[in-house]
């Protein structure tokens, strides 16, 4: 089960994801409308073991720390953007949005370690270039990929962190490489599939050198 939620000034998409069965399942992205989020995780019966970060903007991580205390779970996200995640307050006030506290990151989301969540499992693939502790979260046949890539998009590399040549790569290497039927649950915006993207991403090409 996905369920997709987008929140806050940005419009992110934070997404529930559970085992239909087990209705074991994590929460990727806690960004925004905390108790927005929570109501979403009653009303489905979820029993969330673990928050999941794909990235360090505050957009994705502002209001993760409520979530957090209120559920009593831990939240995990790559080490690469923990100076980021820190610094939640500042952005937030940067972009005049209310801060929320600092989240509290629990574990580690490496490249090559699976992530299980009670009866879920992720495959881990760091992606940096949006930012240096990005990653893409696989389940299945679906990829949730943060602000790496959008459909017909990318994320931007203007921000403290970013390099548009290491994102290119990082979709190129990682992204590109899945199957093509592969779904994308990007940050913002709505799903796309790896073909999709192949075939008509203006800004990364597949088989551009």
């Known amino acids: 089960m996905i369920r997709t939620c987008p929140v806050g000034a ?19 992205d806690p960004g925004d409308e905390s108790g927005r989020l929570l109501d979403l995780i009653r009303t489905e019966g979820v029993t ?12 994705h991580v502002m209001r993760a720390q409520e979530v957090k205390e209120a559920l009593g779970v831990p939240l995990h996200a790559h080490p690469g953007d923990l100076e980021l995640i ?9 972009f ?22 009670g009866s879920l499992v992720f495959q881990v693939l760091h992606t ?15 990829a949730f990929v943060g602000d790496t890539i959008f459909a017909g998009s ?12 290491q994102l290119q790569r990082s979709i190129r290497n990682r992204i590109y490489s899945l199957p093509d039927d592969t779904i994308l649950h990007p940050g913002h915006g709505p799903a796309t599939t790896v073909g999709e993207e192949k075939r008509s991403n203006p800004f990364v090409r597949a088989l551009d050198s």
Request: with cysteine.
């Open 10 to 28: 940005f419009q992110m998409n934070c997404y529930l994801v559970a085992d239909e069965e087990t209705r074991d399942g994590v929460l990727i």
């Open 48 to 59: 969330i073991r673990a928050l999941l970060l794909t990235h360090g903007h505050v957009d």
């Open 86 to 94: 820190q610094a939640a307050p500042q952005q937030a006030m940067l």
């Open 96 to 117: 005049g949005l209310e801060p929320g506290p600092i989240p509290v990151v629990d574990g580690e989301l490496r490249e090559g370690t699976d992530f299980r969540a």
């Open 128 to 142: 940096p270039g949006h930012s240096p502790g990005g990653v893409v979260l696989l389940s299945g046949g679906n």
């Open 154 to 165: 990318v994320g931007r590399t203007d921000l403290p962190g970013g390099d548009f040549r």
